[in-house]
């Protein structure tokens, strides 16, 4: 008997609990009803477009076998468009996920080192100059903070942070490469703007931090003007593979475990 009084009066308990803040939470504003359950109305969709410049950075000075010195030739440019959507979990706190498509690359050279391997070995690729144009799927998934309005202006200012998950599309290259062929005389090839021939030549699938900054303004009721800066650092696994290049020269060259960067200008609108 005693557990069955105890058991009912917890249910009733709860059931008086609930039916307050229930009664309490009737007329506030959205943004202050605690969250119980997937509500539509705080998921909003959006759209944007982004100038990137991007890079290829080396990890190391040397590829890892010490045969290669490695680096970075420059940056590029290239664009980013896409879809992105919001789920408002807090008043000033939101999940963000979207899909969007992104045109990079970069620029990487390689040297042979001559203390490791000798120059006149043959089937030896002596440099190696690369001009990559990749281009990738992106989902980017982040938390994202921002401010109440500022004053009549209805402006707000936001900051994210999360991960972008890359899958490559395309891979092309513009390339000058030296080597010595297998009877041990030098020669010379280039590629304009051809693909990258080799078993994964370039990663399938890459992984990036996402930091970003911007400003919102709201138009209408359900429309929104936004801009920011955004920076993606690339990280494990390394975006290109030299050594499984099969490009119609001899040898094979190896990089300093080069990460894809890139900084984007994004302006958008949410719906």
Do not use: C
Not at 115 to 143: C, F, G, M, N, R
Not at 172 to 179: G, I, L, N, Q, R
Request: charged residues 20%; aromatic residues 12%; positive net charge.
């Amino acid at each position: 008997m005693k557990k069955t009084f105890l058991i009912t009066t917890t249910a009733i308990l709860i059931a008086f609990t609930v039916k307050a803040q229930e009664v309490e939470y009737r007329n506030a504003p959205p943004e202050e009803i605690p969250m119980r359950r997937f509500d539509p109305n705080r998921l909003r969709f959006g759209v944007f477009v982004a100038p990137t410049l991007s890079w290829m950075h080396p990890t190391a000075s040397k590829s890892d076998d010490g045969n290669y010195y490695v680096n970075n030739k420059g940056s590029k440019t290239g664009f980013i468009w896409g879809l992105i959507s919001e789920y408002r979990f807090a008043s000033n706190y939101s999940t963000v996920f979207g899909f969007d498509i992104n045109a990079t690359g970069g620029k990487i050279d390689a040297t042979l080192n001559p203390s490791q391997l000798s120059p006149a070995t043959p089937s030896t690729v002596l440099t190696a100059d690369y001009d990559y144009k990749l281009q990738y799927i992106e989902i980017p998934l982040a938390l994202k903070l921002h401010s109440d309005p500022l004053g009549k202006s209805r402006l707000k200012i936001f900051g994210q942070l999360g991960l972008t998950l890359a899958v490559n599309i395309s891979r092309k290259a513009t390339y000058d490469v030296a080597y010595n062929d297998a009877n041990g005389v030098e020669k010379t090839q280039s590629g304009d703007n051809e693909k990258l021939q080799g078993s994964l030549a370039v990663a399938p699938i890459i992984l990036q931090l996402n930091v970003g900054a911007g400003i919102e303004y709201p138009i209408a009721s359900k429309l929104s003007l936004y801009s920011g800066i955004f920076f993606n650092n690339g990280f494990l696994p390394s975006a290109i593979n030299p050594k499984n290049y099969e490009m119609g020269y001899d040898g094979n060259f190896s990089d300093g475990n080069v990460r894809l960067n890139n900084i984007a200008l994004r302006i958008g609108m949410f719906f």
